[in-house]
């Protein structure tokens, strides 16, 4: 089995191909970034990009990601994810914190895809990210100023 | 859902006192281990060093100021509050403060305002509960770093003043750095009753400040109950009965046990156990246990059957009263209007994100 996996090839010897992707990043490779919530695709602390797209590594099996490039919170990189990260901060947005891989992964994937987003695409985009702490407003706002950050 | 009564003319309120209430939780109820990182959360710089002067401060050599936080984050920003008071009555300038995380047991780190004897994160009491002794421990530090500062350049304490995490000598304009002065002053002696910053001597206290746990969780590096790993660690995949009180009658793991990575397959308190090298062994395994439950009086509880029983409980004689505020009888005698509510609360789960999760090592028989 062999995936890249923030930029370096990795190869999980015998690794049993419907282990979710979760696990395999947390528990095989480490990575601890990457959050455990619900295991059924429902809150989205899991999610990773893969090829550059957000998905749920809850409910991805390694064998659907085999050959392709993950990459997880620890490493995520570029113009986009730096404003992001910034605004997250400066915004003070994370209190419990455990959602917030998540969250930055998909406002990421959005502001690469949508750098002006709408209220209703940040809306539609985040929807599937829960806060239990229930920081949305704080996520809404910091979007908005890593996209304002970006247009500059 | 809330239901009001009104049977006459007079007006009740019993809000429950904040002490009722923090007696009234229990002991499992708002219990927070959520963030555990295990060095100083704020990203830049070095740790605090080994100078601790209490069991809530240390002061390095390098000017840094550590405070020791022996109560959990759940988010509510207790880590950096504390390390505010901290700051506060200690003088140190806030871009110079870090904070961290002790699970040590010191009698220290019992909350006055909850159990006794308990050390537990519980009721949004962090701040409060440790609000004078925290004060307290940064006073006495002060005073040490005055105490040896005024030797060191031979001048009279009470001369000297405390700010921006240096001891100056206003007259002369010389000051020593707390860095400067952690060793010396860890040699004085404690004082028994150091004397509290008055209020406006408090600047720090009332400011919202930045978070600082909020860089380590925005690039991942925070680390969780659940992210603690140890050499050799097994970990266990656990499913309860549907009823409270459940207790296991047989265990069908024929197919389970022959499956990879599995340690042991066993019944617990209220449910079955997988235990494997790897969490998602253990889940795989569980999906393939089939367990039986014995008869229990709880497998028919209900939303209805539970508030049956906590009525008839309410109903019997010698109920305790919760919380009562001034005298009840007079009141409503004397009240020209008198209104009967009563509350009621569906069972809520906090349903935080994240799983409950629990590490033990385990030693021959010491746990």
Redo the contacts between chains.
């Keep these: 089995m062999k995936l890249t996996v923030n930029g370096q090839e990795r190869v999980l010897e015998g690794a049993d191909p419907d282990m979710p992707l979760l696990w395999a990043i947390r528990d095989l490779l480490g990575l601890k970034g990457t959050k455990f919530g619900c295991g059924r695709a429902l809150c989205g602390a899991c999610t990773v990009h893969l090829d550059g797209q957000p998905v749920r590594s809850c409910s991805t099996s390694l064998a659907d990601v085999e050959g392709r490039r993950v990459t997880t919170i620890e490493a995520i990189s570029g113009p986009v994810a730096e404003a992001v990260k910034s605004a997250w901060i400066k915004n003070n947005v994370p209190q419990c914190g455990y959602c917030q891989s998540g969250q930055i992964m998909t406002a990421v994937a959005l502001l690469e895809s949508i750098p002006k987003p709408s209220g209703d695409e940040v809306n539609s985009a985040m929807s599937g990210n829960i806060c239990r702490c229930g920081t949305y407003p704080r996520i809404r706002a910091a979007i908005a100023d890593a996209s304002k950050h970006l247009g500059q | 859902m809330n239901t009001v009564e009104t049977n006459s003319g007079r007006e009740i309120f019993a809000g429950p006192s904040r002490r009722g209430f923090l007696e009234g939780i229990g002991t499992t109820a708002f219990l927070l281990a959520?963030?555990l990182p295990v060095g100083p959360a704020r990203a830049a710089g070095s740790p605090g060093g080994s100078g601790q002067f209490n069991a809530f401060l240390a002061i390095g050599e390098d000017d840094l100021v550590t405070a020791i936080i022996a109560q959990a984050?759940?988010?509510?920003?207790n880590s950096t509050g504390m390390t505010q008071i901290i700051a506060a009555e200690l003088g140190a300038a806030w871009p110079r403060m870090r904070y961290r995380f002790t699970t040590e047991r010191r009698p220290e780190y019992i909350n006055p305002m909850l159990y006794e004897g308990l050390v537990l994160t519980a009721g949004s009491s962090s701040i409060p509960g440790f609000y004078d002794a925290m004060r307290r421990a940064a006073a006495a530090t002060r005073e040490m770093l005055v105490a040896a500062a005024a030797k060191k350049m031979r001048v009279n304490p009470g001369d000297l003043s405390v700010s921006e995490s240096k001891v100056t000598h206003a007259r002369s304009g010389r000051y020593l750095t707390f860095g400067q002065l952690a060793a010396a002053a860890a040699r004085e002696a404690v004082p028994a009753e150091p004397r509290l910053r008055a209020r406006e001597e408090l600047p720090l206290i009332g400011q919202p400040l930045?978070?600082l746990?909020?860089?380590?969780?925005?690039?991942?590096?925070?680390?969780?109950g659940?992210?603690l790993?140890a050499p050799g660690m097994l970990?266990a995949a656990v499913r309860h009965g549907r009823a409270y009180g459940s207790t296991v009658a047989a265990i069908d793991d024929a197919k389970a046990k022959t499956m990879?990575g599995i340690r042991l397959i066993m019944a617990v308190p209220q449910g079955v156990a997988v235990v494997a090298d790897?969490?998602?062994?253990a889940?795989?395994a569980l999906a393939e246990v089939q367990e039986t439950y014995a008869s229990h009086p709880n497998n028919d509880a209900s939303s209805a059957t539970v508030k049956a029983a906590l009525r008839r409980g309410l109903e019997q004689p010698g109920t305790p009263t919760v919380g009562s505020h001034g005298d009840v009888a007079a009141g409503m005698k004397s009240a020209a209007k008198m209104l009967e509510a009563e509350f009621s609360m569906p069972f809520l789960s906090?349903?935080?994100?994240?799983?409950v999760s629990c590490t033990a090592r385990v030693d021959g028989n010491q746990v």
């Design positions: 959520f963030h984050e759940g988010g509510q920003g930045d978070r746990d909020a860089a380590p969780k925005v690039d991942g590096s925070a680390r969780f659940l992210d790993e970990y990879p790897q969490y998602w062994q889940v795989k906090h349903a935080c994100m994240e799983p």
